[in-house]
């Protein structure tokens, strides 16, 4: 079969052998395969990916010197069953997969590692387990986005999102539109996008953004103004002060109206949910710093350098920081529905499509955020030309 190869920052086309299906394990043709921002920090992080999961446990990530099959948001359909395969997927089943696959007790990321070759092919091994058909008819460049949704999905997950809060997206790269495209499809009211690129602020504003900033021009956080954030330390003095000097007017003591208020909420400090979604070194801190009090910050994009962080910003401010990566089966399967039930529209996420010849065409032109956001990889495509979606 055809496929792209991965070694020492190189890919290339090569002929490689028809993976075999292991136990529980299913062979697709693949019909189509996106391409993420994990595959473009393999060709140029690899090592610096693989030792700090090294140091999560897992020692099997692709190394700089591995030749690897790149490739894990994957649709395609069922041609071949492994041993102890159950047998619910028929052949020619469209499907899409959580890419992971075991053998015995070990797992591997398909499309991470040298172990799990992955979908930039024309065949890939998933596990049966992890399948999911496509439901309704999703066309196969949506299915295809079914795994980065579900990510995005999950970080709205981890920053407890209501339809009342304001949520800020930084930075509207793939995994910055997918968030903005779940926020709206869970209803959140106010959703502000920044992003320094034009092109990517008008597909942000595409995926649903209520207002879209060029943070060179105005910043986030003014266009959050007036929901009631606290910005500075004065202002929460100020807030408590206030408030008691009314409490204490009342005919019970001030702290007895100050415990039932707290019993529904009406002490909670309001502070908007923001999403990282850049991954750049003082990206973090510079968050900290700037975001009002109380804020909640999910850190979604990958920074591939150390960092420096100051703790005192976030304990003054009493900020909640948390991180994001991956999703859980549930949330895969639910995102896959909301795509086909219309609930979830990320159509403006695909803005290219290419053959296996024009995967390195396309990890060139994905560097500049004004030419794409999303290219999907079909291997039936011949040439190195990318076709615009």
Not at 12 to 25: K, M, T, Y
Not at 137 to 146: E, F, R, V, Y
Request: net charge negative; charged share 20%; proline share 7%.
């Amino acid at each position: 079969m055809r496929a792209v190869t991965l070694t020492q920052g190189r890919l290339e086309v090569a002929d490689l052998p028809v993976p075999e299906p292991g136990a529980g394990q299913l062979l697709l043709k693949v019909e189509r395969c996106g391409i993420c921002g994990s595959d473009l920090h393999c060709r140029l992080h690899a090592d610096e990916l693989a030792d700090s999961l090294e140091l999560c446990g897992y020692p099997r990530y692709v190394r700089s010197h591995e030749r690897v099959v790149l490739g894990h948001e994957i649709v395609g359909k069922v041609v071949g069953y492994g041993p102890w395969t159950k047998g619910g997927l028929a052949t020619g089943t469209e499907v899409v997969a959580i890419p992971l696959v075991r053998r015995g007790r070990q797992v591997d990321g398909v499309g991470l590692s040298a172990h799990a070759p992955g979908g930039f092919a024309e065949y890939v091994v998933v596990q049966e387990t992890l399948s999911l058909p496509v439901p309704n008819g999703l066309p196969a460049d949506l299915a295809a986005l079914t795994e980065p949704m579900a990510v995005a999905w999950h970080a709205v997950k981890r920053g407890e999102v209501t339809r009342k809060d304001v949520a800020i997206v930084l930075g509207c790269g793939p995994v910055g539109l997918a968030v903005v495209s779940v926020l709206k499809a869970h209803a959140v009211g106010t959703v502000i996008a920044s992003d320094y690129s034009a092109g990517r602020r008008e597909l942000a504003a595409q995926c649903g953004a209520d207002i879209v900033v060029d943070p060179a021009v105005t910043s986030p956080w003014e266009s959050a103004a007036g929901h009631g954030f606290m910005a500075s330390m004065p202002d929460q003095y100020n807030a408590g002060i206030d408030a008691l000097e009314n409490l204490s007017r009342l005919p019970v003591p001030w702290w007895t109206a100050f415990r039932a208020l707290n019993a529904v909420g009406a002490t909670r400090s309001k502070r908007p949910i923001v999403f990282e979604c850049v991954g750049m070194p003082g990206l973090i801190d510079g968050i900290m710093a700037a975001a009002p009090l109380h804020s909640r910050v999910v850190v979604v994009g990958v920074c591939m350098g150390s960092d420096t962080l100051r703790p005192s910003l976030a304990v003054n401010k009493e900020l909640d920081l948390r991180f994001a990566v991956g999703y859980t089966p549930l949330e895969f399967r639910d995102t896959l529905h909301a795509l086909a039930d219309g609930v979830l529209d990320a159509s403006p996420l695909v803005t290219g499509r290419v053959g296996l010849g024009g995967v390195p065409t396309a990890f060139s032109a994905l560097a500049d955020p004004e030419l794409h956001a999303k290219i999907v990889v079909d291997p039936t495509l011949e040439g190195t030309r990318i076709v615009l979606c």
